[in-house]
């Protein structure tokens, strides 16, 4: 075979290689939709440190959370109405990022993988979700945060298959962390901040970089 054919040959395998990919897994997650959700994180925990008064070194008693009450907001109003506006800022940036790689590459945002992607992660999230309400209605409020880092984790695990696999590893990280902080519930906003936030950023540069800078 000679070069020309040879080189042709190669050429035809990777776009194979690259339709089979397209069809099977969704390549158009932006690295930098994980930098801006790990932006959003680390001021919802600082609002929430400042609130709970962590940078001045008071500990959070959980066993008085309920009637815990400052800037005229109930602790628990207060924590629920930051989460919801980190989720939802962290959501409509993932989108955003997303939809103007998918733009650039000429892909379709919206297909059976993406489907098939949102309910793999969706499934861990929502059973994650009515067991941190099991825990609140219960009292555990020590354990939500490591909770919500570990069926994160779950979650990004299940749906990697449909995704870049570099989304596994950043699952995985987010499951140990969850675990740890179990045992050290008096760190859960840190290890939040860490998981949800420093975590998102390294693995949102990491992303970028590696598919997305060229």
Same mark, same amino acid.
């Given at each position: 075979?000679? =070069?020309? =054919?040879?080189q !042709?040959?190669l %050429?035809t395998? =990777? #776009?194979i290689?690259?339709l +089979?990919e397209?069809?099977?897994?969704?390549?158009s997650?932006s690295g930098?939709? $994980?930098v801006? &959700?790990?932006i959003?994180?680390?001021?919802?925990? $600082?609002?929430a *440190?400042?609130?709970l008064?962590?940078? %001045? *070194?008071?500990?959070l008693?959980?066993d008085?959370?309920?009637e815990?009450?400052r800037?005229? @907001?109930?602790a628990?109003?207060? +924590?629920f109405l %930051? &989460?919801?506006?980190?989720?939802i800022?962290?959501?409509?940036?993932?989108?955003?990022?997303t939809?103007?790689k998918a /733009?650039?590459?000429?892909? /379709?945002?919206?297909d059976?993988?993406t489907?098939?992607?949102?309910?793999?992660?969706?499934?861990?999230l929502?059973?994650?979700?009515?067991f941190?309400m &099991?825990?609140?209605?219960?009292?555990?409020?020590?354990l939500? #945060?490591?909770?919500?880092l570990?069926?994160?984790?779950?979650?990004?695990v299940?749906a990697? /298959?449909?995704?870049? %696999?570099?989304?596994? =590893?950043l699952?995985y990280?987010?499951?140990v962390?969850?675990? @740890?902080?179990?045992?050290n519930?008096g760190? $859960?906003?840190?290890s939040w #901040?860490? $998981?949800?936030g420093?975590?998102?950023?390294?693995? *949102?540069?990491?992303?970028y970089? /590696?598919? !997305?800078?060229?």
């Amino acid at each position: 075979m000679t =070069q020309p =054919q040879h080189q !042709e040959s190669l %050429d035809t395998l =990777q #776009a194979i290689r690259s339709l +089979m990919e397209r069809s099977s897994r969704f390549i158009s997650l932006s690295g930098l939709s $994980g930098v801006s &959700a790990g932006i959003c994180a680390l001021i919802g925990a $600082g609002v929430a *440190g400042v609130y709970l008064g962590r940078f %001045d *070194g008071q500990e959070l008693n959980y066993d008085n959370f309920y009637e815990l009450e400052r800037w005229g @907001i109930k602790a628990s109003t207060f +924590m629920f109405l %930051d &989460a919801t506006l980190v989720l939802i800022f962290a959501v409509l940036s993932a989108i955003y990022f997303t939809t103007r790689k998918a /733009k650039q590459k000429g892909l /379709k945002v919206w297909d059976a993988v993406t489907r098939r992607l949102i309910l793999s992660l969706a499934v861990p999230l929502l059973a994650g979700g009515v067991f941190i309400m &099991a825990l609140l209605y219960h009292g555990i409020i020590g354990l939500v #945060a490591p909770c919500t880092l570990l069926f994160y984790g779950l979650g990004l695990v299940n749906a990697s /298959k449909y995704t870049l %696999d570099d989304v596994r =590893q950043l699952g995985y990280a987010q499951i140990v962390l969850g675990l @740890i902080t179990c045992f050290n519930v008096g760190y $859960g906003l840190e290890s939040w #901040a860490f $998981g949800f936030g420093f975590l998102h950023i390294a693995y *949102g540069f990491y992303m970028y970089y /590696k598919y !997305e800078r060229s």
